[in-house]
């Protein structure tokens, strides 16, 4: 089955990891713009992070037969940082205009401060100007007021709630977002957030409508496997093949669709590989033997 990771955050994973997603049948991922662990302190370092979502990391991607897309956004943790805040915002706009930018995205909450209402604000207009959809991240803590915040403001701001993904959902969030038209997706994780057990029993509860899985797979200690190994407990829980294949495959297409730069192929199928090219003069390998694919087909 052919598997879409819809917020999976590359920089921080090794060429191994790109290796074994694509045995495991992932074809694509959106990458979200996310906080690095470690705040930062210019913009331009925010400058230079764009450029390599859209550039190296897509490069990248690609050479292990992955497409890779991406969203920009202030992150809500760094909202709340007055020397870089502003000027991210300012410089977004020129980032939104990019072909492998599909979303406005992460922006949400993470301490549930007027800051963070401030550019969550801000960030919904330029999705609204640019006419992409947005992905929201909720708080780590305290997520149930933090999704009703949430949709409150969505409400508020009259934006379309079919072009809206809340993401981080869990047993208790979910059904709130189901009530509205947004999108509900699940970042599935070793220890925390949601595991692929609990999560295909909500499956088995609510369907697969609007329903997004993820692996989120950061710095920290986390699995960008996660997708598939939720399809393998969705299976042994006796979900549909259907209703699998519309919640890792269809619903992250129609929502990041909507932003009209999808490009998926005529077949959708892995990419082929030519590890014989740089970026920029550099080179994935280390004196390895490139792969070299010819209509998909490793020579």
Not at 74 to 96: F, S
């Amino acid at each position: 089955m052919k598997m879409f990771d819809p917020h999976i955050h590359m920089t921080s994973r090794t060429t191994d990891d790109y290796a074994a997603m694509a045995e495991a049948g992932i074809v694509a991922v959106v990458e979200p713009a996310f906080w690095l662990g470690q705040p930062r302190t210019h913009v331009g370092s925010f400058e230079d992070y764009f450029l390599s979502l859209t550039g190296w990391e897509r490069f990248r991607a690609a050479q292990f037969g992955i497409r890779h897309f991406c969203t920009m956004a202030l992150n809500p943790k760094e909202a709340n940082n007055p020397d870089v805040a502003q000027g991210v915002i300012d410089l977004l706009p020129r980032y939104l205009e990019k072909d492998s930018v599909v979303a406005v995205g992460e922006i949400g909450f993470d301490d549930m401060t007027p800051e963070e209402d401030t550019y969550f604000v801000q960030q919904m207009e330029l999705a609204r100007t640019f006419d992409l959809p947005v992905l929201i991240h909720t708080p780590h803590r305290d997520k149930k007021r933090g999704t009703e915040h949430t949709i409150k403001m969505v409400k508020e701001l009259d934006f379309p709630e079919h072009l809206v993904l809340i993401d981080h959902n869990n047993e208790e969030t979910l059904p709130l977002v189901l009530e509205t038209g947004c999108y509900a997706g699940h970042s599935i994780y070793p220890h925390t957030k949601m595991d692929e057990v609990r999560m295909a029993m909500l499956v088995k509860k609510y369907g697969g409508e609007r329903i997004i899985i993820n692996s989120a797979a950061d710095w920290g200690v986390a699995d960008p496997l996660k997708v598939p190994k939720t399809v393998h407990a969705m299976r042994d829980l006796g979900v549909s093949e259907p209703e699998i294949e519309k919640i890792v495959w269809h619903n992250p297409i129609a929502f990041f669709g909507q932003s009209g730069r999808l490009d998926m192929g005529a077949d959708s199928e892995l990419l082929p590989r030519d590890q014989r090219e740089l970026f920029e003069g550099n080179s994935v390998l280390r004196g390895q033997t490139p792969v070299v694919d010819e209509g998909g087909v490793e020579e």
